[in-house]
């Protein structure tokens, strides 16, 4: 397949939309959305963290995130606790029930990367994911040439 680099923005949306889409297939009896998950290894991975920091991690404003905490505490993913090193801002923590649920909701997202990646061979895969780091790099760097560009206030 001989890909036009025009493309690659479209087939980068177009995979992440149906890699979120066949997640929340899979992991609708956990009852999580796709942003609920992403929220979630968020704060397994950094054990307690503001909504400031999630907004941030996840690119979202932080009334969204306050939302989806909201939803999340309800259910019984989260909490919200004092931070310990400032008791004027709140840290988001999982809970048991998330916890003890880590390894299958981590495997049911696997099962979806396998699926994604079942039509490469381990060195097509291998390609492919040190391809999307190389862009990842790349555009993670500020940008020079934007100082004419409006800027998201």
């Not at 087939?11 to 609920?36: C, I, N, T």
């Not at 397994?44 to 999340?72: G, H, K, N």
């Not at 923590?93 to 990646?117: C, M």
């Amino acid at each position: 397949m001989n890909t036009p680099p025009d493309q690659l923005g479209l087939l980068l949306h177009d995979a992440a939309r149906l890699l979120r889409k066949r997640f929340e297939e899979r992991a609708a009896h956990f009852g999580l959305s796709s942003a609920q998950w992403r929220l979630l290894v968020h704060v397994l991975r950094e054990t307690r963290v503001s909504q400031a920091r999630l907004a941030d991690r996840l690119e979202i404003e932080p009334i969204s995130v306050s939302r989806l905490v909201d939803r999340m505490e309800q259910a019984g993913w989260v909490t919200r606790e004092p931070d310990p090193d400032d008791r004027r801002v709140r840290v988001i923590v999982a809970t048991d029930k998330t916890r003890a649920l880590r390894d299958q909701l981590k495997s049911t997202a696997n099962a979806v990367y396998d699926e994604a990646l079942s039509g490469l061979d381990p060195s097509g895969r291998a390609a492919l994911l040190i391809g999307l780091s190389s862009v990842i790099s790349s555009l993670s760097t500020p940008d020079d040439g934007l100082d004419d560009c409006p800027r998201k206030h």
